[in-house]
Nanobody, 117 residues
Framework: QVQLVESGGGLVQAGGSLRLSCAASRSIFSIGGMGWYRQAPGKQRELVADIRSSGTTNYADSVKGRFTISTDNAKNTVYLQMNSLKPEDTAVYYC???????????WGQGTQVTVSS
Protein backbone atom coordinates (compact mmCIF):
# COMPACT_ATOMS: atom_id res chain seq x y z
CA GLN A 1 0.00 0.00 0.00
CA VAL A 2 1.16 3.52 -0.77
CA GLN A 3 0.71 6.22 1.87
CA LEU A 4 0.27 9.77 0.61
CA VAL A 5 0.66 12.90 2.74
CA GLU A 6 -0.40 16.24 1.30
CA SER A 7 0.42 19.78 2.32
CA GLY A 8 0.23 23.31 0.98
CA GLY A 9 -3.44 24.18 0.78
CA GLY A 10 -4.87 27.43 2.09
CA LEU A 11 -6.73 30.65 1.36
CA VAL A 12 -5.59 32.89 -1.47
CA GLN A 13 -7.03 35.79 -3.42
CA ALA A 14 -7.98 35.43 -7.06
CA GLY A 15 -4.91 35.76 -9.25
CA GLY A 16 -2.64 34.37 -6.56
CA SER A 17 -0.58 31.19 -6.40
CA LEU A 18 -0.26 28.12 -4.23
CA ARG A 19 1.90 25.02 -4.38
CA LEU A 20 0.62 21.68 -3.17
CA SER A 21 2.97 18.87 -2.17
CA CYS A 22 2.34 15.16 -1.80
CA ALA A 23 4.93 12.86 -0.26
CA ALA A 24 4.60 9.18 -1.15
CA SER A 25 5.86 6.27 0.93
CA ARG A 26 7.08 4.48 -2.21
CA SER A 27 9.16 5.62 -5.15
CA ILE A 28 7.22 7.30 -7.90
CA PHE A 29 9.06 5.12 -10.39
CA SER A 30 7.71 1.95 -8.73
CA ILE A 31 4.20 3.43 -8.53
CA GLY A 32 4.26 4.39 -12.21
CA GLY A 33 2.83 7.86 -11.85
CA MET A 34 0.88 10.23 -9.62
CA GLY A 35 -2.00 12.63 -9.95
CA TRP A 36 -4.03 15.40 -8.39
CA TYR A 37 -7.83 15.41 -8.25
CA ARG A 38 -10.21 17.94 -6.75
CA GLN A 39 -13.75 17.96 -5.45
CA ALA A 40 -15.82 21.09 -5.03
CA PRO A 41 -18.97 21.13 -2.86
CA GLY A 42 -21.83 19.41 -4.61
CA LYS A 43 -19.66 18.25 -7.50
CA GLN A 44 -17.96 15.03 -8.47
CA ARG A 45 -14.26 14.49 -7.96
CA GLU A 46 -12.37 15.39 -11.13
CA LEU A 47 -8.86 14.91 -12.45
CA VAL A 48 -6.75 18.07 -12.34
CA ALA A 49 -3.42 16.74 -13.59
CA ASP A 50 -1.34 13.60 -13.64
CA ILE A 51 2.21 12.65 -14.46
CA ARG A 52 3.73 9.35 -15.50
CA SER A 53 7.10 8.13 -14.28
CA SER A 54 8.30 8.85 -17.84
CA GLY A 55 7.51 12.52 -17.27
CA THR A 56 4.46 12.63 -19.53
CA THR A 57 1.83 15.00 -18.13
CA ASN A 58 -1.89 15.44 -18.61
CA TYR A 59 -4.06 18.38 -17.55
CA ALA A 60 -7.73 19.19 -17.32
CA ASP A 61 -8.68 21.83 -19.88
CA SER A 62 -9.77 24.17 -17.10
CA VAL A 63 -6.24 24.37 -15.64
CA LYS A 64 -4.04 24.20 -18.73
CA GLY A 65 -1.56 27.04 -18.82
CA ARG A 66 -2.12 27.86 -15.13
CA PHE A 67 -1.19 24.67 -13.22
CA THR A 68 1.99 22.63 -13.46
CA ILE A 69 2.52 19.13 -12.08
CA SER A 70 6.05 17.96 -11.35
CA THR A 71 7.95 15.41 -9.29
CA ASP A 72 11.08 15.19 -7.19
CA ASN A 73 11.90 11.51 -7.49
CA ALA A 74 14.65 11.70 -4.87
CA LYS A 75 12.01 12.82 -2.34
CA ASN A 76 9.15 10.66 -3.70
CA THR A 77 7.15 13.87 -3.90
CA VAL A 78 4.73 15.25 -6.47
CA TYR A 79 3.90 18.95 -6.66
CA LEU A 80 1.08 20.98 -8.11
CA GLN A 81 2.02 24.59 -8.79
CA MET A 82 -1.16 26.60 -9.17
CA ASN A 83 -0.93 30.09 -10.66
CA SER A 84 -3.58 32.63 -11.68
CA LEU A 85 -6.04 30.99 -9.32
CA LYS A 86 -9.74 31.58 -9.80
CA PRO A 87 -12.67 31.26 -7.37
CA GLU A 88 -13.84 28.23 -9.36
CA ASP A 89 -10.60 26.46 -8.37
CA THR A 90 -11.91 26.31 -4.80
CA ALA A 91 -12.08 22.64 -3.79
CA VAL A 92 -10.52 19.92 -1.71
CA TYR A 93 -7.48 18.68 -3.60
CA TYR A 94 -6.49 15.03 -3.34
CA CYS A 95 -3.24 13.34 -4.23
CA UNK A 96 -3.68 10.00 -6.03
CA UNK A 97 -1.56 7.01 -6.90
CA UNK A 98 -3.10 4.55 -9.36
CA UNK A 99 -3.39 0.79 -8.92
CA UNK A 100 -0.50 -1.16 -10.35
CA UNK A 101 0.99 -4.62 -10.30
CA UNK A 102 2.77 -3.75 -7.05
CA UNK A 103 0.28 -1.54 -5.21
CA UNK A 104 -3.40 -0.83 -4.74
CA UNK A 105 -4.88 2.54 -5.60
CA UNK A 106 -4.33 5.16 -2.88
CA TRP A 107 -5.67 8.61 -1.99
CA GLY A 108 -4.29 11.33 0.22
CA GLN A 109 -6.34 12.85 3.00
CA GLY A 110 -7.15 15.97 0.97
CA THR A 111 -6.15 19.60 1.39
CA GLN A 112 -8.51 22.57 1.14
CA VAL A 113 -7.83 25.28 -1.41
CA THR A 114 -10.02 28.37 -1.18
CA VAL A 115 -9.78 31.21 -3.69
CA SER A 116 -11.55 34.43 -2.76
CA SER A 117 -12.80 36.90 -5.35
Amino acid sequence: QVQLVESGGGLVQAGGSLRLSCAASRSIFSIGGMGWYRQAPGKQRELVADIRSSGTTNYADSVKGRFTISTDNAKNTVYLQMNSLKPEDTAVYYCHSPASILYKESWGQGTQVTVSS
